[in-house]
């Protein structure tokens, strides 16, 4: 009875091997470890070797499954999501995006996320082209409506950007960027009261983020914009200096308190802020 409870459990043991073996064959069992390293990537905030070893671990995992199944668009997909989310490689990112929509042109989130790679590049009409694409396919995204309005304004069309930003809006009017964009496309337009208007509703939206999270970096740095603009120069400096205490690499805050300043007449300091912001890689 004892050697024939070995043999079964040596069957078990040689099964699960086995069983194992077979899955970390299939693409979908290096998907799964792909997503579930990059899962971890993101919930790290404190150890950034481990997070970037996570980050490591996800890229490898979704390149096995690639190997396994080359004609995955999503898989390319999730390639190219990590390169521009994370790893900052846009170039890699580009080009997993390029194979995603080759393989499945109406892949509408490849078309987008493509598009803001593109826009990193500064390659604002191909970036266009992109986002018309994705709109296309899927005409409520409020994200694809968003970077379409942006790259308008970036060439200078805001007659296109401001309806563009309109539609993000409609679709998500609790999104404080979309306002605080929207009212610089209305200032390129000459529309003052208008984007004044929508000044003051960003900074009420990003009151509303901040409320929810003290530590939202971007919702502090919006909120000042949206003051800036407003022309409520000390009020501004008092969010910027907020984004300089909790990250104090982040080059806009400089750059914008910078602005505040000068336009306060405190022109020796402004050059200081504004020559930090350019010791940190900014403008």
Not at 67 to 76: H, K, R
Request: aromatic share 12%; glycine share 6%; charged share 25%.
């Amino acid at each position: 009875m004892v050697r024939l409870i070995h043999i079964l459990a040596f069957t078990a043991l040689a099964v699960l091997c086995f069983t194992t073996s077979a899955q970390e064959e299939t693409a979908g069992y290096w998907l799964n470890r792909g997503d579930e390293s990059r899962g971890m990537a993101i919930t790290e905030t404190q150890n950034q070797t481990a997070r970037g070893i996570y980050l490591q671990e996800s890229l490898e995992a979704y390149k096995k499954a690639i190997d396994l199944d080359p004609q995955s668009a999503s898989e390319w997909f999730k390639i190219g999501e990590l390169q521009i989310d994370f790893l900052g490689n846009f170039e890699e990112a580009l080009h997993a995006f390029n194979k995603s929509i080759e393989l499945d042109p109406q892949f509408a989130d490849a078309w987008y996320l493509r598009g803001k790679t593109l826009t990193a590049f500064g390659n604002f009409e191909e970036a266009l082209k992109s986002y018309n694409e994705s709109l296309k396919i899927n005409p409520n995204s409020s994200e694809a409506w968003y970077w379409k309005a942006g790259v308008l304004a970036e060439l200078s069309r805001y007659e296109e950007a401001v309806p563009a930003y309109d539609k993000a809006i409609e679709i998500n009017p609790s999104q404080a960027s979309y306002w605080l964009d929207r009212g610089g496309a209305l200032n390129g337009l000459d529309r003052k009261d208008e984007a004044n208007a929508s000044f003051t509703k960003a900074a009420e939206l990003y009151d509303d983020d901040i409320e929810l999270n003290p530590k939202n970096v971007m919702a502090w740095q919006g909120k000042g914009t949206a003051l800036y603009h407003l022309g409520r120069y000390n009020e501004s400096i008092q969010y910027f200096d907020k984004v300089i205490e909790l990250v104090p690499m982040y080059y806009r805050s400089y750059h914008y308190k910078g602005r505040a300043l000068q336009d306060l007449g405190r022109e020796a300091e402004a050059e200081e802020l504004f020559a930090k912001s350019k010791e940190l890689g900014g403008i």
